[in-house]
């Protein structure tokens, strides 16, 4: 086992260089230069701009400037945000758990829906119910979600009044972080209608960011289910006289479930992309607003390390599964 | 009094922190998070309007509404014949704010004032470089550091400027955010502590409201300051709730989760209107959207094919399609609500027929252009792309072929400054403090390679803007600018596309609130009925 840990965590290594590599190259690929953009409409003096870029190190080496920062960051300086002057890991820090509570509300509402939807769908193939899922599925899956977010909050919140436009909490309910996780923060708070005002500001971006996660999970499942389903061990189970409820549930879905277990672990990525997008819609303080804003800002500081801490984190989420699967499946291991 | 100042912090904090049952709140949402509070290394509106509109006074302020200058920190003021000096006396008793990590043992003085501008300045200062790479650009691109000789504390309570040369707009430029008053004791604490990023973390001013807390991208929170000189305001609790597209804040506005907003878009601003508790009060922007020839390239060198293009453009068609009915068109470069706007000023006729006769007049055929098109959306200029179409549409018909360009935005602000540059270039300006030059050295032989996109240098013109610059009196520059838009007009070194206008929608609960020509959002005087 401890072999096989290793073996993996010398594979991540690599990654990380290039990782940081290409968030490094990325910035700077992209039209635009950090100092003009920081100063604005008014613009900046050659002369002023000169000492600028002399001063953040802009005009020298890519391949120096790619080694200082890959020699701070091997230190934990992840540099300072050229737009706030603020640390970024900082920032990264104080924004991270509002992406974390958001993307885990709407994972558990992927899974919890998707795969029910997916497995109905699959014993009932055929069925208006299985065409209607995986209709929904697909638009679910092809809905643009700026669109899609809109849309909710102008019938949800505009038209009928049930859940609140945007943000984590009601304003009235006015409290410093302690975990940084609203849901938590506001029980912990003690005031009453907390926890509610900050559940019902999660409903509606949750849903968004769990739409596309919720279609794959739905239609995944449906497809592992129907291979399983096709096997001779589940016509046997059935000709043994066992009740279908036992035979899909026990025999069908178990050996179903690793497709969709992997499934639910690329998730995580799509939930990363799909934040940025939902959190700009409803106003989500997170690290997808984050980026966005650093990416239009030209921050060259706050888009190279943001992404490579969110690459480390993707990464040690990816390692935590397939040591699960070893512990799991040791056949794995010796593979 | 120290300790009651601090049970008066500890009250105030705990009041806020408590929710106070009764507390008057004013919710605005905004447009951006604030890239920090100390109101000068910044240049973004959204950050004045979280600081030095909030927290902070000046020297001078602009009057509520009004571009006219009134004092503010500064009671009084006395200029020099040779308008090289200029004393301020200050206001006596002007309290800092107290809060829970700062309580001033000393009311504002001289020091401060000096501090303030110093900071910006004197690069041996601390305190200049003390967020890193700080290019305190508002106050260089002013061009104080050349302007400024020194500034004397003279007493306690009077400080005195010393110019290097004349400078008539050097009251309203002490109006700008940038020339905010900072306090220099809290820098010296904070020094001692080796803490001087809190500087614009928790910031100190003598302004309306002070500061209680900002959750980063979210909310930012601020309480009436008891001491303010300027009375305490109506409303307890002001609260900035950032909100970055702008049909979710209408929707926020509409929901009641909002009381005002910045920045409607133009498609939200009907559905708005009639919306039964709403109102949405408009204004004329202090701004201007034009076209820029390059002046220095044939056949743009020449006037009557610049004048002839300007007389191919359907200004009114722009109007409806692109700005909706919220702008006029536009003139001369500087919009009509300013002083010294030349009414007398026609228009060049749109006539497409006569356009091209000038333009065979001239010798010119079968001419093929660029237009540049910014990437972004601007009050100015809602959609650059759109104007360019439309404006491709017009020279069709003239038969001048027009090829549509575009780049990232900080690309084509550069790429257009270029002496060789082909083609005419969008572009606009917000007016910085209702200052005529502020508007008109856009197109000043210094500008140019800066923000003279036209690189256009007309000796006549110059001339009269140098002697504006160096007249005090108000009617004389008046004829001055008068005369030198005549000679723009004359030259036609830009196509005047238009004015916009900028809406506030706010809840009819909402009053006191007085729209700004300069676009600031300042909520001292609102008041919010329950």
Not at chain 1, 157 to 168: E, F, H, I, Q
Not at chain 2, 38 to 56: C, E, H, K, L, V
Not at chain 2, 310 to 332: P, R, S
Request: hydrophobic fraction near 45%; include cysteine; aromatic fraction near 12%.
């Amino acid at each position: 086992m401890l072999r096989y840990l290793l073996h993996k965590l010398a594979l991540i290594i690599p990654t990380v260089f290039g990782i940081s590599l290409a968030a490094f190259a990325f910035v700077r690929l992209l039209p635009g230069d950090p100092i003009l953009a920081l100063a604005g409409e008014r613009g900046v003096s050659p002369e002023r701009y000169a000492e600028l870029i002399e001063r953040f190190g802009y005009n020298r080496p890519y391949v120096i400037q790619y080694l200082e920062y890959i020699g701070r960051v091997l230190t934990g300086d992840f540099g300072i945000s050229l737009a706030t002057k603020r640390p970024v890991l900082g920032e990264f820090q104080a924004l991270f758990p509002a992406t974390l509570e958001l993307a885990t509300i709407a994972l558990i509402i992927a899974v919890l829906i998707g795969i029910p939807a997916g497995i109905f769908a699959a014993v009932k193939r055929g069925s208006w119910f299985d065409q209607a899922t995986m209709g929904v599925a697909l638009t679910g899956y092809s809905m643009p979600i700026f669109w899609w977010g809109l849309l909710l909050i102008i019938f949800f919140s505009g038209y009928l009044g049930w859940t609140p436009v945007s943000g984590r909490i009601g304003l009235q309910y006015f409290f410093k972080p302690t975990t940084g996780f609203m849901l938590i923060d506001s029980l912990i708070s003690g005031k009453s209608g907390a926890f509610r005002s900050a559940a019902s500001h999660l409903v509606l971006p949750a849903i968004v960011l769990a739409t596309i996660p919720l279609a794959v999970i739905a239609r995944q499942t449906r497809s592992a289910m129907l291979e399983v389903l096709g096997e001779d061990y589940v016509r046997t189970a059935r000709a043994k006289g066992l009740a279908p409820r036992r035979v899909i549930g026990l025999h069908a879905f178990r050996n179903a479930l690793i497709p969709v277990v992997t499934t639910i672990g690329l998730q995580v990525g799509t939930l990363m992309a799909g934040a940025i997008l939902t959190e700009t819609i409803f106003s989500w303080p997170g690290i997808g607003k984050w980026m966005i804003d650093a990416i239009a800002k030209r921050d060259y500081v706050v888009v190279q390390s943001g992404l490579l801490i969110i690459a480390l984190i993707v990464m040690a989420v990816n390692l935590i599964v397939d040591v699960l699967y070893a512990v799991i499946n040791p056949r794995i291991r010796v593979q | 009094m120290k300790k009651k100042l601090t049970f008066a912090a500890a009250l105030l904090a705990a009041s806020v922190l408590g929710g106070m049952a009764n507390a008057k709140q004013l919710v605005y949402c905004s447009e951006a998070s604030p890239a920090g509070f100390d109101p000068s290394p910044w240049s973004g509106g959204n950050d004045f309007d979280a600081s030095s509109r909030t927290i902070y006074s000046r020297l001078v302020e602009f009057e509520h509404g009004k571009t006219t200058i009134t004092p503010g920190l500064a009671e009084s003021w006395t200029v020099s014949d040779d308008g090289l000096e200029y004393t301020f006396k200050l206001r006596p008793g002007v309290k800092f704010q107290t809060t829970d990590y700062f309580t001033p043992t000393r009311d504002l003085n001289a020091d401060d004032v000096i501090f303030s501008f110093e900071r910006q300045w004197k690069k041996e200062s601390p305190w200049y470089s003390y967020l890193e790479g700080t290019g305190w650009e508002y106050f260089t691109g002013m061009g104080f550091p050349d302007l400024l000789k020194e500034i004397v504390k003279v007493d306690d309570l009077t400080v005195k400027f010393v110019l290097n040369k004349p400078e008539v707009a050097f009251l309203p430029d002490l109006g700008m955010d940038f020339a905010s008053i900072v306090s220099k004791e809290y820098a010296d604490q904070l020094d001692k502590a080796g803490t001087r990023q809190q500087f614009t973390q928790k910031p100190i001013g003598t302004g309306p409201f002070q500061f209680v807390d900002y959750q980063v991208d979210a909310v930012v929170r601020y309480a009436a300051w008891d001491g303010y000189f300027g009375g305490r305001q109506k409303i307890d609790d002001l609260i900035f709730a950032i909100t970055t597209d702008p049909a979710v804040r209408a929707q926020k506005l509409k929901a009641g989760e909002c009381d005002i907003m910045s920045y409607p878009a133009p498609a939200d601003i009907a559905g708005l209107q009639a919306d039964p508790n709403l109102k949405v009060d408009e204004q004329e922007g202090l701004n201007i959207g034009y076209m820029a020839y390059n002046t220095t390239q044939p056949p743009f060198d020449k006037v009557e094919v610049r004048k002839a293009l300007n007389m191919a453009v359907n200004k009114q068609a722009i109007l409806d399609a692109v700005y909706q009915g919220a702008g006029q068109a536009a003139i001369n470069p500087i919009p009509p609500t300013m002083w010294s706007y030349n009414k007398d000023i026609k228009d060049d006729p749109y006539d497409p027929d006569a356009a091209k006769k000038m333009l065979a007049d001239a010798g010119v055929t079968d001419l093929s252009m660029k237009i540049w098109a910014m990437p972004v959306s601007r009050p100015y200029n809602p959609n650059a792309q759109r104007v360019a179409e439309l404006i491709q549409a017009d020279y069709a018909k003239i038969g001048v072929k027009a090829e549509i360009v575009s780049y990232e935005w900080t690309e084509y602000r550069e790429r257009g400054k270029a002496k060789e540059r082909d083609g005419a270039f969008q572009l606009g300006w917000t007016g910085d403090n209702g200052d005529p030059d502020n508007f008109l050295f856009l197109l000043g032989c210094d500008a140019i390679g800066q923000s003279n996109y036209a690189i256009w240098c007309n000796q006549e013109f110059e001339g009269l803007l140098q002697k504006g610059k160096a007249t005090t009196d108000v009617a004389e520059r008046t004829k001055i600018y008068e005369e030198a838009q005549v000679v723009f007009k004359r030259e036609a070194p830009w196509l005047t596309i238009a004015h916009s206008k900028v809406f506030m929608p706010m809840n009819k609960k909402v009053s006191g609130f007085v729209m700004d020509p300069l676009g600031i959002h300042r909520f001292d005087g609102v008041d919010v009925t329950e």
